[in-house]
């Protein structure tokens, strides 16, 4: 009989053994890293100064600081120091900082969708900003992406927009490409619904004021588009 479990790596209490409750402990701590796991990052190669009591990240290689060493494992920072555990090929994870699930294939977190033998993919992303509206329009600071295939824009209007009557969603050249004369109103929605089409330079959205220049509110907008990943060498 092994002293730990077969997938998770759990250390089991052996008969007789004292200090039962640190092997429990243990075990617990492991569940708590692995269940429902969020990384808070899988590419930072090294961790922030002063990380969240539980927070995790995907080690990568190159990783420097308190990450030395344990390339390929989770860290979870628990009671103030970091454990490194293993993790195996097919968990799965929600990525902080990318906003996105990925699938461990055993060397990298890569798209669940990737079909290829070398990470080649395609991936649905919804990307979010909320935007302080001021002038005759406004750009977000976000930008859909080189490549990226976009299936809509959608917008809610969190706080009423003043100064002007109503507004527009799209891109310099096309400003109401994803709806024209859009309400003003708080909770006012719109989900402007395209024809898939691809982007082959980084693009913002633009937000153009109707019957006045904006003097105030909050619109909150969303890409919603699709990424492909070229195969790796």
Known sequence: MTDQSANL??????????????THNEAIRRLDAFVQLVLESATATAPPATPA?????????????????HAGTIAAFEQGAFDFLPVAQGFLAFIRDEGRLALFDG???VSPFAAGAHRAA?????????????GAFVETALAIPDRAIVLAVSTRTLTAVTGATSYDCGISGEVAKFGGS???????TNVGAI????????????LTANGGSFSGGTV????HLLLCAAPEA
Do not use: N
């Open 182 to 188: 859009l309400g003003a109103a708080a909770g006012s």
């Open 220 to 223: 909150r907008v969303a890409l």
């Open 9 to 22: 790596a759990l250390p089991y209490i052996a008969a007789a053994q004292a200090q039962k409750h640190v």
């Open 107 to 109: 060397a990298a977190f």
């Open 122 to 134: 395609i991936m649905g992303q919804v990307m979010e900003e909320d935007v302080t509206l001021a």
């Open 53 to 69: 009591e539980g927070a995790r990240w995907f080690v990568p290689a190159g990783a420097t600081g308190a990450f030395a060493g």
């Open 195 to 206: 024809g898939p089409t691809a982007f082959y330079a980084a693009t913002p959205v633009r």
